[in-house]
Nanobody, 120 residues
């Protein structure tokens, strides 16, 4: 399985940015991030059926969604803050039941990261 994350770049605080993760198949999907000098951390997850879960640090600002017809999961960052600057990774797992999310880093498959820089 190949995961393709895209959409990273430079954005101003208070602006908006949408990340995409393309993966064909029936997967629970999650977004993680790793800032310089820090460990990778969970950001958001979505089940195959659409249930969602967020880290407290992004709740109310980020929205994870999926378009199964396009085999794509999105992470809408609105609004981003400077502390959201990090490399963002998407991950997918076939083993998770359709209505469940996975919030740890025990995912089967990982995509390459996409860098998000939020300027103040």
């Amino acid at each position: 399985v190949q995961l393709q994350a895209s959409g990273g770049g430079l954005v101003q605080a208070g602006g908006s940015l949408r990340l995409s993760c393309a993966a064909s198949g029936r997967y629970a999907t999650g977004w993680f991030r790793q800032a310089p000098g820090k460990e990778r951390e969970f950001v958001a997850a979505i089940s195959w059926s659409g249930s969602t879960y967020y880290a407290d640090s992004v709740k109310g600002r980020f929205t994870i969604s999926r378009d199964n017809a396009k085999n794509t999961v999105y992470l809408q960052m609105s609004p981003p803050k400077p502390e959201d600057t990090a490399v963002y990774y998407c991950a997918a797992d076939r083993r998770v039941p359709g209505n469940m999310v996975l919030t740890t880093d025990a995912y089967e498959y990982w995509g390459q990261g996409t860098l998000v820089t939020v300027s103040s």
